[in-house]
């Protein structure tokens, strides 16, 4: 889960790589590093901590150099250090930059000590430099010594090399990670997401597993798993430079809140006519698989399957259809039995989630009756590999804790229950009012925020908490595992979500005046049920805070705060609309505890490993 950052050029490259790294630093905070070519040497520059550390670095020492290679790191081997950290070389001539993990690394490690390689870190990474170098001695060419070396590699990789010995060029390899090429006019660059070079070209191409490519300033050479010389599509990313800046927010995650409306309302865009929703939003194959569809599976990890988790209720509710939701990670290692015309779905920001992936690739062979991706970025493996796909189009989402890439899924989650209801029902007057509803999200979402003032005084009550405890019913339960996870995720609040219904059997024992319990209340038919769980907490002590429908018929009183939401809404728009003020409250705790909120602890945005 490590950002990589490469550039060849005629110009200084130093703060190309510095911004792309600002840019990726969502996807590791551990440590940060740069290797250059200077007047024929190869130069290198680490530091422990976030890029600030390394740009302090750079100013006390600066480098200049027409080619380099960059990286901000999330440890997975090895502790977060100095010595840790990328770029990592062989020798003084030879330096790599990689994202994922080599599962046989011990095994090359020993080979390579044998040989009389010493090893300055504990990482996977530092295997493959001194592996390259190891090949370079019985072979001219630096393109050929990477290909021998990823041969020998198990496990997942993206990386970059460069060489003095080869000073007008980049070597790059995939396997199961993203890395993109970023072309230019006499320059090129290399780089793990888009992002990151959006400030210097919009034309990209994606590399296929297996492939290894030969950079160079004026060219790019890519060759396939089996040596074949190939030529990749360029596309063109519709992302703008200016969509990564905070935009006068405090925060990435303020900023990315209150942007839902919008991201929602784009979601829906032009997939919806005349009160129909639009099967081509799907795909062209899209119709005759939903008519087949029998049943639905969900894949997804962390947010994503709390998203999934909803949808299931709405599936089996409306289209009376089967739904089963696994996480990703878990359902690797099982073996499912699959229905006969079940409908594989997977749920992902970046579409790069090693485990949603594998999933995937599983799926293939598992007899589905389709594949459909549910994701925010256009030019991600999870999209290029799936039959179907639905585009979220929240834009670029920075901050760690994701907040309008859930919204948006669940909006694109709301679409796939109409579809299938537009292929399995018998009543378009139902369909008519599910669309309705759908299209009035994007307003009630700005309504809701309206309660940030609201959110940021409550916060005050979280200050001194170290436990909370988040409730819901039906499909609001996946809601409060969301609150939850927020919660904990960048205020570093130890939560968890239960159903309401399972208070008596085992969490009532945790209540107390201490631990804040969090209740999502609209006006559905489990609201009476919701209203004798709490009375439960309340009679041992417990310290409320609902938010609540503003017909459900709740007012404050001692031990019990009502957060009244600012209008009604339907069961089918509920857990969108509830979502937000969590999200503000998990915020402003945040502020309050003095948490990096954009970056939390431990934690990377785009998680690339298993």
């Known amino acids: 889960m490590c950002g990589i950052v490469g550039a060849v050029a005629e110009r200084n490259v130093v703060p190309i790589l ?26 290198r520059r680490r530091r422990l901590g976030k890029v600030a550390e390394l740009e302090s670095a750079l100013d006390a020492t600066p480098l200049s150099s027409p080619i380099g290679i960059a990286h901000t790191r999330w440890a997975t081997h090895g502790a977060p250090s100095e010595s840790n950290a990328h770029p990592h070389m062989s020798g003084d001539q030879l330096a790599i930059v990689h994202n994922g993990i080599i599962e046989n690394y011990e095994q090359l490690r020993d080979e390579l000590v044998a040989l009389g390689y010493t090893f300055e870190s504990e990482t996977d990474s530092e295997v493959v430099v001194h592996r390259i170098h190891h090949y370079l001695k019985t072979r001219d ?9 990823v041969a020998d590699l198990e496990g997942a990789y993206a990386l970059v090399v460069i060489s003095e010995a080869h000073p007008d060029r980049m070597i790059l390899a995939r396997w199961a990670m993203p890395v993109v090429i970023g072309l230019g006019i006499e320059e090129n660059f290399v780089a793990s997401d888009v992002a990151a070079l959006l400030p210097v070209t919009r034309r990209f191409v994606f590399l296929d597993d297996g492939d290894v490519a030969d950079v ?18 360029v596309r063109e990313s519709e992302i703008t430079a200016d969509a990564t800046d905070k935009g006068g927010y405090r925060h990435f995650m303020l900023k990315e809140i209150f942007e839902q409306p919008r991201g929602v309302a784009q979601t829906l865009e032009e997939r919806i006519s005349q009160g129909r929703l639009l099967d081509a939003a799907f795909g062209p194959a899209s119709a005759e698989v939903f008519r087949q569809a029998n049943g639905v599976h969900i894949i997804a990890c962390g947010t994503s399957y709390h998203a999934g988790a909803v949808a299931r209720y709405f599936i089996e509710q409306i289209c009376k259809l089967p739904c089963s939701v696994d996480i990703a990670s878990e359902y690797r290692y099982r073996s499912p039995v699959v229905p006969p015309d079940t409908l594989f779905v997977t749920i992902s920001q970046s579409g790069e989630t090693a485990d949603t992936l594998a999933a995937l690739h599983l799926a293939r062979e ?31 989402e920075i901050g760690v804790a994701s907040t309008k890439a859930f919204t948006t899924q669940l909006a694109a989650l709301c679409m796939l229950v109409i579809a299938l209801e537009q292929h399995h029902g018998n009543d378009p007057a139902r369909i008519e009012g599910l669309i309705k509803r759908l299209l009035e999200v994007p307003r009630l979402i700005e309504q809701t925020l309206t309660l940030d003032a609201d959110m940021q005084r409550l916060a005050e009550r979280f200050a001194d908490k170290h436990h909370a405890l988040f409730l819901g019913r039906g499909s609001l339960h996946p809601i409060a595992m969301e ?14 979500a239960y159903p309401a219904g399972e208070l008596k059997h085992g969490p009532l024992a945790l209540v107390d005046a201490d631990m ?25 002590g417990g310290e409320l805070i609902v938010f609540a429908d503003p017909a459900a018929g709740m007012e404050s009183s001692e031990g019990v705060t009502i957060i009244q939401m600012p209008q009604k809404v339907s069961y089918f728009q509920a857990p969108i609309v509830y979502t937000v003020p969590m999200q503000l409250l998990a915020y402003h705790v945040a502020i309050l505890k003095g948490t990096d909120v954009d970056q939390p602890r431990n934690l990377a945005k785009s998680v690339t490993v298993e």
């Open 516 to 540: 804040p319990v969090i209740a999502v209340a609209p006006n559905n038919d489990l609201l009476e049920k919701l209203k004798s769980n709490l009375m439960e907490v309340r009679a041992r």
């Open 483 to 496: 609150g939850a996870l927020k919660l904990k995720e960048i205020s570093y609040i130890h939560a968890e």
């Open 18 to 43: 510095m911004e792309g790294l600002r840019r990726l630093e969502y996807r590791g905070y551990d440590s940060a590093g740069v290797a250059v070519i200077e007047h024929g040497k190869l130069e």
């Open 366 to 396: 598992a007899g589905y009756l389709a594949t459909l991706a549910i994701c925010n970025v256009p030019e991600s493996s999870l999209v290029r590999e799936s039959d179907l796909v639905m585009l979220t189009r929240a834009g670029p």
């Open 216 to 233: 160079r300033k004026d060219r790019v050479r890519v060759l396939d798993r089996d040596g074949l010389e190939v030529t990749r599509p």
């Open 141 to 149: 060419d630096l393109l050929d010594a990477v290909r021998a070396t």
